[in-house]
């Protein structure tokens, strides 16, 4: 059974930056998509980004596609979230996931992390 466990979260004004970081134990990681969701309170959770397992595919929500990129480190278990241009409406709890599809949707997804606070002021 994987393990998953984000950090990078943290508190930053409108137009930073900020790097998450979803490291993965317990498991094969490489063979495996992975993905980032978010959810705000009183919202549902929603997808923001994914990444095949070693081919090159990436996807991204349409609200944060050109702010933030996706990338994955096979060689040490991790994937990554470079959240740039980050603006208030990007307040959230972020959660990585594994895949058990190339999918958007929630329902794809399992071994979720505890989450990490991102938390954008205006």
């Known amino acids: 059974q994987v393990q998953l466990v984000e950090s990078g979260g943290g508190l930053v004004q409108a137009g930073g930056s900020l790097r998450l970081s979803c490291a993965a134990s317990g498991g094969i990681f490489s063979i495996y998509g992975m993905g980032w969701f978010r959810q705000a309170p009183g919202k549902e959770r929603e997808f923001v980004a994914m990444?095949?397992?070693?081919?090159?595919?990436?996807a991204y929500a349409d609200s944060v596609k050109g702010r933030f990129v996706i990338s994955r480190d096979n060689a040490k278990n991790t994937m990554y979230l470079q959240m740039n241009s980050l603006k208030p409406q990007d307040t959230a709890v972020y959660y990585c996931?594994?895949?058990?599809?190339?999918?958007?949707?929630?329902?794809?997804?399992?071994?979720w992390g505890q989450g990490t606070q991102v938390t954008v002021s205006s």
């Open positions: 996931a594994r895949a058990r599809a190339y999918s958007r949707w929630k329902g794809d997804y399992d071994s």
């Open positions: 990444i095949g397992g070693s081919d090159a595919y990436t």
